[in-house]
């Protein structure tokens, strides 16, 4: 059995910076690990890959020889990758006794939730070499300073669950630069829980752009509301209590805890409901560390 995450999340959200740190860590508490850069568009590695798709298909040949723009050549690599699973399959062979693998897959957040190919090559590998794979989808933290940004990534996070159907995690990456375009309307809680949203209404009507949406705004807070899927841990990908903690929330959701251990249900069941540290608490000390302050705002302006 080998675990793995599938990394995933908007261009700019930090993935490769992410699988980068990710590794990193990983190799200091002891496992060996192995990234795979399915991204075909992603030129500068910062980390050694075991496996990397542009030995298979590189996306400026694609885009030259069938006149694509990028977008439209990344849903073409991702079809071929799919048709050539073999390859991938015949590559990862050798990695599977010892290695714990990351997936470094494209930005172009349509494949993740309108297009099949990428999750038909995730389904693939997971029947045809008993992976076991969690989901991280990463959304950069600032889009929270911004309410409708915010039910933007809120949705695409809702999608993006419901089309993978994997054990899934959502992350708030660059958590330390949180306030770098403005403050948050509320504390940290508020959109790592994903709290009330019609609280948000009042902030968007402010805005006479998000004003003219408002009814559209309000049923798709409430689609979210109703599925109560989504919520978000954070990352600060340079901090290594914060990676630490996200790591655990990993190895809980994709059974990596629970590995190697010969116990019976009862035993299982103690260190599936295990202590861990409350997200209140958690939360509140993420905001204390990255978030300014909030004693001297005039909630009144």
């Not at 959200?13 to 992603?42: E, H, W």
């Not at 809980?252 to 010969?262: E, P, R, T, V």
Request: with cysteine; charged share 25%.
């Amino acid at each position: 059995m080998v675990f793995g995450q599938v990394v995933i999340g908007p261009p700019g959200s930090g993935k490769t910076t992410y699988c980068n740190g990710m590794s990193q860590f990983l190799n200091l508490i002891g496992r060996k690990v192995a990234i795979i850069n399915l991204d075909p568009a992603n030129d500068l590695l910062p980390y050694e890959c075991a496996v990397n798709i542009e030995d298979l298909v590189k996306l400026s040949d694609v885009m030259v020889e069938h006149s694509l723009g990028p977008n439209g050549g990344l849903v073409y690599c991702m079809d071929y990758l799919e048709k050539n699973i073999d390859w991938l399959q015949a590559k990862l062979e050798p990695l599977l006794k010892d290695h714990y693998l990351l997936f470094d897959f494209p930005g172009q957040v349509e494949l993740f939730f309108l297009h099949s190919n990428a999750k038909n090559v995730i389904m693939k590998l997971i029947k045809k070499l008993n992976l076991r794979l969690t989901a991280v989808h990463l959304i950069d933290a600032h889009l929270c300073s911004d309410p409708g940004k915010y039910i933007s990534a809120l949705m695409l996070s809702l999608s993006t669950m419901l089309h993978l159907e994997l054990p899934h995690v959502n992350v708030l990456s660059k958590i330390d630069l949180i306030e770098s375009y403005g403050r948050l309307a509320f504390n940290l809680d508020f959109y790592t829980d994903v709290q009330d949203l019609s609280y948000l209404q009042y902030h968007l009507d402010k805005d006479p752009r998000s004003a003219k949406y408002r009814k559209l705004t309000k049923e798709l807070c409430e689609v979210i509301d109703n599925f109560g899927l989504v919520n978000f841990s954070t990352l600060d990908i340079q901090d290594k209590e914060s990676v630490g903690n996200l790591v655990k929330l990993i190895d809980k959701s994709n059974g990596y805890i629970f590995a190697g251990i010969d116990a019976s249900a009862v035993e299982f069941s103690k260190i599936a409901v295990g202590p861990v540290d409350w997200d209140y608490y958690r939360v509140a000390a993420v905001q204390e560390k990255y978030m300014k302050d909030d004693e001297n705002i005039d909630f009144d302006d």
